[in-house]
């Protein structure tokens, strides 16, 4: 049984290799420990040089197109960052559970 468990964990790995670490690798060599799954509407926020403390850049990164829909909607955010249509909003969760802005 633990032949299995290993066997399977390493498939796995290797899946969780390819398939997350390696599209946020290449082409840009970006470190995966920067990169943050979304998934929905993109795959991957990328903080540039998080691991190093000091953050140059803030990516915004999808793996493949997924369609005529997937695609208009990463235009749409394009857009939106191109006309610098975004705001930075800090919220806490305070200890009876409402949510405050700051």
């Not at 299995?4 to 670490?21: A, G, K, P, T």
Request: net charge negative; aromatic share 6%.
């Amino acid at each position: 049984m633990k032949l299995f468990i290993i066997r399977n964990l390493e498939i796995f790995e290797e899946e969780l290799e390819s398939q997350i670490v390696s599209p946020v690798r290449k082409p840009h060599n970006l470190n995966p420990d920067d990169a943050k799954v979304i998934f929905h509407p993109i795959d991957y926020v990328v903080f540039d040089g998080m691991k190093k403390e000091s953050i140059k850049n803030i990516i915004l990164l999808d793996r493949q197109e997924k369609g005529t829909d997937h695609r208009a909607l990463q235009r749409s955010i394009e857009k939106v960052v191109e006309h610098e249509n975004y705001e930075w909003q800090t919220l806490r969760v305070q200890e009876d559970g409402k949510i405050k802005a700051e």
